[in-house]
């Protein structure tokens, strides 16, 4: 099966952005011709949002927003819910719609799944009580504390995922009362685009989810609108950068999820078939290896590291590799070709430096799947702690495993990089647990299990890996300002 196989709905082929209820299909910034992964074709066209849409995008927000407000907290809550039903009815077309915008296989493409979860968790909380009031000095004044939505937010989604950021940000904007202009990545815009659909179809007003698909420059004309009060960017550090610069003009506060390059430490008493087939699907494998979330970094107690090396490597090996539309691949392609030359250039960096040993893979993929942007699930054991596969976020199928004798080894390697945004520890010893997860510098601790996102567990980043948090009453809080209303006694 190939992409053609599979159509894509003929709205959409022409990749139009969808602003206050209507499609755009003539937008500023020309279009992109997107890439299928699986097969190095054009499958799609998209229109490439300028400033002229991102104007219209906002204006159109600015309108929906005070409609949205001004509906009862019931009507609200109850067309959050029914967003949810929606999103849930669609769940096969969304993954299909991700499996053609970056190559996920069809396997590990269902995470419109968790988007449904957060919108019906965050619908929950637009009828509960986040005000409080309190005593002050002048005991017969009222002191109140309350909670209001900035208005219009930005959200800039990564391609890997977009339809996981929708979930943690989208959700919780529009739960707190804000109107959403969505910008996805070019990479991916189907999703983003038939989820700005469903809105519409749910009831939620025009306008009130905007998706605006742009590169950099729209992306700058986003943060810098004056009439975007808050933005919440899902990507890397250097574009960080940039888009906090930006949005530091208007002084536009900004929630930042970054990347990650996650350790996972491996104990001499852990289940070593549990913990090296995690690493293996938390690894090189999921999304192979694109995710903030990858255990890029495998280290194992001495005792038991020629036992999970090779169960490890045979996990890889027995995995099915091929077209991400075909129902039994496990392993599919990287995003793209220049993704793929990165990859590949940082894997024979390593190989020519000696910066470790290659056990398996480091190659790009010959025969049926070599017009795709298939890179083999990589390995490199005897790694040089300063190399940059352990300094740098590989981004790809590329993982290293070291040994360490002792705990303090183990926490002071894992920790010794500029990242924290999740970490892995698996053992049975419920003490050592507690111990090193509380020692661990990331966001995120994950004991015994794979990253696995939940609703109601606020998840972001130390150090570069971001600041602000998505998910629980923290990523609502995120979409909310505080004010404080004094009333005097007579």
């Known amino acids: 099966m190939t992409a053609a196989d599979t159509a894509i709905p003929d709205r959409l082929r022409s990749g139009p952005l969808l602003i206050g209820g209507d499609h755009v299909t003539d937008a500023s910034g020309g279009t992109y011709q997107h890439v299928y992964p699986g097969t190095g074709q054009v499958n799609f066209s998209t229109e490439i949002a300028g400033e002229p849409e991102i104007e219209l995008a906002v204006s159109s927000g600015v309108e929906a927003q005070r409609e949205w407000a001004s509906w009862t907290v019931d009507k609200r809550r ?17 993954s299909l719609l991700n499996v053609h915008d970056y190559g996920v296989p069809r396997l590990m493409s269902a995470n419109g799944v968790l988007t449904e979860r957060f919108l019906r968790y965050y619908a929950g909380y637009i009828d509960k009580p ?8 002048a005991s017969s004044a009222l002191n109140i504390t309350e909670h209001e939505p900035f208005g219009v937010v930005g959200v800039i989604t990564p391609w890997n995922g977009p339809l996981v950021v929708i979930g943690l940000a989208v959700a919780p904007a529009l739960a707190a009362g804000n109107a959403v202009v ?7 815009p189907l999703a983003p685009v038939r989820f700005g659909e469903i809105c519409l179809e749910a009831g939620l007003p025009a306008g009130l989810v905007n998706v605006v698909t742009a590169g950099a420059d729209g992306g700058q004309a986003l943060v810098r609108h004056p009439g975007v009060s808050k933005i919440h960017f899902t990507g890397g550090q250097k574009t960080a950068r940039s888009v906090i610069q930006a949005a530091s003009q208007n002084l536009t506060p900004v929630t930042a999820e970054l990347g990650g390059n996650a350790a996972m430490v491996v104990f001499d008493d852990a289940d070593i078939d549990a913990a090296a087939s995690t690493a293996a699907f938390q690894g090189p494998l999921g999304q192979s290896g694109q995710s903030c979330a990858c255990a890029s970094r495998i280290l ?14 045979a996990t890889i090996s027995s995995v099915t590799i091929g077209d991400p539309l075909r129902p039994d691949v496990m392993f599919g392609p990287v995003v793209s ?105 990331a966001g995120s601790v994950w004991v015994n299990s794979h990253s696995d996102i939940e609703p109601q567990s606020p998840y972001g980043g130390y ?26 006694a007579n």
Do not use: C
């Open 300 to 313: 194992i107690q001495d005792d038991v590291y020629e036992e999970f090396v090779e169960k490890f490597l």
């Open 78 to 94: 109850a067309i959050l819910m029914d967003l949810a039903d929606a999103v849930g009815d669609h769940q096969d077309e969304l």
């Open 463 to 488: 150090k570069q890996s971001g600041f602000g948090r998505s998910g629980g009453l923290q990523g609502l809080q995120e979409f909310l300002q505080v004010k404080n209303i004094r009333i005097a």
């Open 182 to 188: 969505l910008k996805p990545s070019e990479l991916a």
């Open 130 to 137: 986040l005000g409080t009031t309190s005593h002050v000095e």
């Open 337 to 441: 070709e220049s993704a793929a030359e990165r990859i590949v250039g940082v894997i024979d960096d390593a190989v020519n430096h000696g910066w470790g040993k290659l056990l398996s893979g480091g190659h790009r993929m010959e025969g049926e799947l070599a017009e795709g942007f298939f890179v083999e699930p990589t390995v490199f054991s005897e790694v040089n702690d300063r190399s940059p596969l352990v300094q740098q976020e590989t981004f790809g199928p590329v993982v290293a495993v070291t040994r360490f004798t002792h705990e303090a080894e183990a926490v002071r390697t894992a920790n010794d990089t500029v990242y924290g945004l999740n970490a892995y520890v698996f053992t049975s010893n419920l003490n050592r647990a507690h111990r090193v997860a509380r020692k661990l510098e």
